[in-house]
């Protein structure tokens, strides 16, 4: 307690957010952290790039002097509302929920996660409900600095610290399965037939009009083609041509064929 911290974020929001996190952290030790601004850092830009350029030692010393204390960010009307989610496994799967529940789905006849990669659901073979996990973990200590009672405050804090173990996280996940918005069945994904999903996004093959991608289509299959409805295709055409003679009803009727195999 009493020392003093100077933070250096990456030039970006996520460099940001960051850093944010980690001096929520350091203020629930008691230690008080500055954040240096590089007013002319390049996007992403952080301390390396800094002194690969030709700025000097009183560049240095003006952003040191002139890095502002770290402070918590106040509520506003966006925010949740601070004590929504308690300091237990059950409190961590809600804040899992709340911060990723959109992109995340659990079939439990399968007994598997999915997760939405903005053009279709897939099945999480690379951990990536793990990650989510961790990222909601790293926002408590930020949930516990905006609690105005040192009591609750530290107690959120302890949990924060606590919840960092794997077996905690495991615990997290777990709970998360069965909390409303998640659980899915097999038969919700690809409900619709009349729907084909391409690289560009839905095509509705009653209509031939293509819409954006949806998380609420519960596609899983992608085609990986770029939809264009002005497309041609002389080759088809001209084979086509050539088998029917030019009987323009013949070759409606193969195309049709074709499509429906």
């Given amino acids: ?20 996190r980690i001096a929520a952290r350091l203020a629930g030790m008691g230690v008080t952290a500055k954040i240096i601004d590089w007013p002319d850092a390049p996007p992403k830009g952080d301390a390396a790039d ?7 030692s009183e ?10 204390e770290w ?3 106040e509520e506003d009307t966006e925010t949740r509302t601070v004590g929504h989610f308690s300091a237990s496994d059950l409190g961590n799967a809600r804040r899992l929920v709340a911060q990723h529940g959109a992109d995340l789905r659990y079939c439990f006849p399968a007994r598997k996660w ?6 279709r659901w897939t099945e999480d073979q690379s951990g990536e409900v793990a990650r989510r996990a961790k990222q909601a973990v790293e926002t408590i200590p930020e949930e516990a600095m905006r609690i105005s009672e040192e009591a609750q405050r530290a107690a959120l804090l302890k949990h924060a610290g606590a919840s960092l173990a794997e077996a905690k996280r495991a615990a997290m996940i777990a709970s998360a399965q069965s909390e409303p918005g998640i659980p899915i069945l097999p038969a919700d994904f690809d409900a619709d037939p009349w729907l084909l999903n391409c690289a ?11 819409s954006p991608h949806l998380r609420e289509a519960y596609c899983t299959k992608l085609a990986p083609v770029v939809y264009d409805p ?16 030019g009987d ?8 049709r064929a074709v499509g429906y195999a």
């Fill in 59 to 68: 560049d240095l010393e003006t952003m040191m002097a002139n890095a502002q």
């Fill in 200 to 210: 560009s996004g839905l095509v509705d093959l009653r209509t031939g009009q293509l």
């Fill in 71 to 73: 402070q918590a960010p």
């Fill in 230 to 245: 002005a497309a041609e295709c002389p080759t088809w055409a001209a084979f086509l041509e050539r088998v029917t003679g």
């Fill in 1 to 20: 307690a009493g020392h003093l911290v100077t933070l250096w974020p990456d030039a970006d929001e996520p460099g940001r957010k960051h850093m944010n």
């Fill in 114 to 119: 999915y997760h939405w990669t903005r053009q």
């Fill in 50 to 56: 800094f002194f690969a350029t030709d700025q000097n």
């Fill in 248 to 255: 323009a009803a013949l070759q409606a009727f193969l195309q």
